[in-house]
């Protein structure tokens, strides 16, 4: 296993918040978010190291893991930038895959929001290595009326990962 090694401003999500049973999520590997400037395009960047179990038999990222973060930076992030704090579910998604990304790439995602109405959210995403873009997606998430499930009490880990 590659050390994660984010880059700087970078925080470890803990979306299992301390259920006693990891989610598909913590499956996944690690995932990383920085928070920027509010209105700038890093105000919610998600990030991370791939790893070999994150790839496909041919040594590339596999598309099931591009799709699974591009619908969580699409959710998460495209929420924050509207300013909701609660869980955002996925109602469509398409995807086009533009690039491949290989094991040691730092993968950032960022979301842009296209419209909001009362009840969706419509996003682009973009994943991308460097300047160059992995992954191209747009999404539509539900947005619940009345308070819905907050995801505002999921926590950064603030603690240092090592490798093992």
Request: hydrophobic share 40%; proline share 4%; with cysteine.
């Given at each position: 296993?590659?050390?994660?090694n984010?880059?700087?401003?970078?925080?470890?999500?803990?979306?299992?918040?301390?259920?006693?049973?990891?989610?598909?999520?913590?499956h996944?590997?690690?995932?990383?978010?920085?928070?920027?400037?509010?209105?700038?395009?890093?105000?919610?960047?998600?990030?991370?190291?791939?790893?070999?179990?994150?790839?496909?038999?041919?040594?590339?990222?596999?598309?099931?893991?591009?799709?699974?973060?591009?619908?969580?930076?699409?959710?998460?992030?495209?929420?924050?930038?509207?300013?909701?704090?609660?869980?955002?579910?996925?109602?469509?998604?398409?995807?086009?895959?533009?690039?491949p990304?290989?094991?040691?790439?730092?993968?950032?995602?960022?979301?842009?929001?296209?419209?909001?109405?009362?009840?969706?959210?419509?996003?682009?995403?973009?994943?991308?290595?460097?300047?160059?873009?992995?992954?191209?997606?747009?999404?539509?998430?539900?947005?619940?009326?009345?308070?819905?499930?907050?995801?505002g009490?999921?926590?950064?880990?603030?603690?240092?990962?090592?490798?093992?």
């Open positions: 296993m590659i050390d994660d984010p880059p700087e401003g970078f925080i470890r999500i803990d979306f299992d918040r301390g259920r006693p049973d990891p989610t598909f999520n913590t996944i590997g690690n995932l990383y978010a920085r928070r920027g400037e509010k209105g700038t395009r890093d105000e919610f960047v998600m990030g991370f190291r791939v790893q070999s179990h994150m790839c496909n038999p041919a040594g590339g990222l596999h598309g099931g893991m591009m799709m699974s973060v591009a619908d969580l930076v699409g959710t998460m992030g495209g929420g924050t930038l509207v300013g909701l704090r609660k869980f955002l579910p996925t109602v469509n998604m398409t995807f086009d895959f533009v690039a990304a290989k094991v040691g790439d730092w993968v950032e995602g960022r979301a842009e929001v296209v419209r909001q109405t009362r009840s969706l959210l419509f996003t682009n995403i973009y994943l991308t290595v460097g300047d160059e873009k992995i992954l191209r997606a747009s999404s539509i998430a539900k947005i619940p009326s009345g308070d819905g499930l907050t995801f009490k999921a926590r950064l880990a603030r603690e240092e990962t090592t490798s093992s």
